[in-house]
């Protein structure tokens, strides 16, 4: 694909979210409910998305991926979000650990850890966040030292998606010398970290309000010794690399608010048709008739949103910094209000495990905060428009 519309999918990003809707349908929403009271990685999801090549669908033709663009990968993210969002963190993650690789890595490291991803033998895990470096990112204390041709890396990770799970993780550590003396903040530079490499290893799962079905651990690396061709784009530059990366996942986040939003809505519509009070379906009431077209109106612009975001990702336009954090922020609040007003449609019900707007409800919240909190997101808007 080439030319991307601003706003309007082409015929063939619509033959993509059919083909992902009917794997969605039969192979990922049957799980959804077991993986999340389990807590457990959804491996049949997996298995399903790896199958039909939705399991990390933006990899390019020439590392042995799909090569679909920005928007088909919002939508097919989209689509898995819209029955399980702790399965849509398969594709989203993936195309999050690998996007350093695509926008700063050699063509040795590409040719190395693209494919098997590609493949669907391997998964890519961001390793950013820390104990004290969560929206103050530059703060991080994770460090990486020089030993002769390689480096020693030591340090821990918090909040890692699919730690544990994924072969492969793009590790940001503090390099070098602070810049200035009154400052305390050393350079930050990228490096790709096996899971197999001596020194690392993972904490526990963490015990999370939602996307219980996708596991998320800190990552210890205790004397980690890396090879020099580890070391991803120039040394010095990985905060730089960092935030170009997260111009361009944030997509990926409205793609999966815009999706759970989508499930909780037709979940809701479809109950208000059915259950009768006073006589006639609450869908005849003009106040629940109301509120579907607020959650209508609001998921569609959200929609909009999302996608000129992702064709501004597919160009890399100068404004996507703005786009980006704009469509993950008002996704990811209209997700949070449409999910929560479809529990209120459903009155009791809707507070229950038996129905599935509840685990929508729980995750659509972590959408709000991961990648950069929505109070961020503000603030880079504010930031973009202020120069």
């Known amino acids: 694909m080439s030319d991307i519309p601003l706003f309007a999918p082409s015929e063939e990003h619509e033959a993509i979210r059919e083909a992902c809707r009917a794997v969605c349908r039969d192979k990922v929403a049957p799980h959804a409910a077991e993986v999340d009271e389990r807590e457990i990685f959804p491996q049949e999801s997996y298995d399903a998305l790896r199958a039909a090549d939705f399991h990390a669908p933006h990899i390019p033709e020439a590392y042995e991926g799909v090569g679909a663009d920005a928007l088909a990968t ?17 594709p989203a993650v993936n195309k999050l650990g690998t996007m350093p690789l695509l926008l700063a890595g050699s063509e ?3 040719r190395r850890y693209l494919p098997p991803v590609a493949r669907g033998e391997a998964m890519f895990s961001y390793c950013l966040s820390e104990p004290e470096a969560g929206s103050d990112a530059a703060a991080l204390r994770t460090r990486a030292v020089r030993d002769g041709d390689g480096w020693v890396l030591n340090g821990v990770k918090r909040w ?3 730690a544990g799970v994924s072969d492969y993780y793009l590790v940001f550590a503090a390099t070098g010398e602070p810049a200035a003396e009154s400052s305390s903040r050393r350079p930050i530079s990228a490096f790709v970290v096996e899971k197999s490499d001596p020194g690392v290893s993972f904490g526990k799962p963490e015990k999370k309000l939602g996307i219980r079905g996708s596991p998320t651990r800190e990552v210890y ?3 980690v010794r890396l090879p020099a061709d580890r070391l991803v784009g120039a040394e010095g ?3 730089k690399l960092a935030m170009r990366t997260l111009d361009h996942t944030r997509v990926t986040i409205a793609a999966q608010a815009v999706g759970v ?3 909780a809505l037709d979940y809701a519509t479809a109950y208000v048709k059915e259950r009768r009070q006073f006589g006639q379906p609450i869908a005849d009431f003009q106040a629940v008739r109301f509120m579907l077209a607020d959650m209508a109106m609001r998921l569609e612009a959200a929609r909009q949103l999302t996608y000129a975001a992702a064709a501004r990702s597919e160009r890399s336009d100068p404004d996507l910094t703005f786009f980006g954090a704009a469509a993950k922020c008002y996704a990811s ?4 209000e449409i999910t929560t007003n479809a529990v209120q449609l459903l009155g009791g019900y809707g507070y229950t495990r038996d129905y599935p707007v509840e685990r929508m409800m729980r995750d659509a919240k972590i959408t709000q905060i991961y990648e950069g909190t929505n109070q961020i997101q ?3 808007m504010a930031r973009h428009l202020l120069g």
């Open 74 to 90: 919002a939508i097919v993210i989209e689509e898995i979000a819209r029955v399980c969002v702790s399965s849509s963190l398969i």
């Open 221 to 223: 690396f205790d004397n």
């Open 261 to 263: 939003a989508q499930g």
């Open 378 to 380: 503000r603030l880079v």
């Open 108 to 110: 040795e490291q590409k």
């Open 160 to 162: 890692i998606t699919n």
């Open 237 to 239: 530059e990985g905060f």
């Open 333 to 336: 609040d209209v997700a949070m």
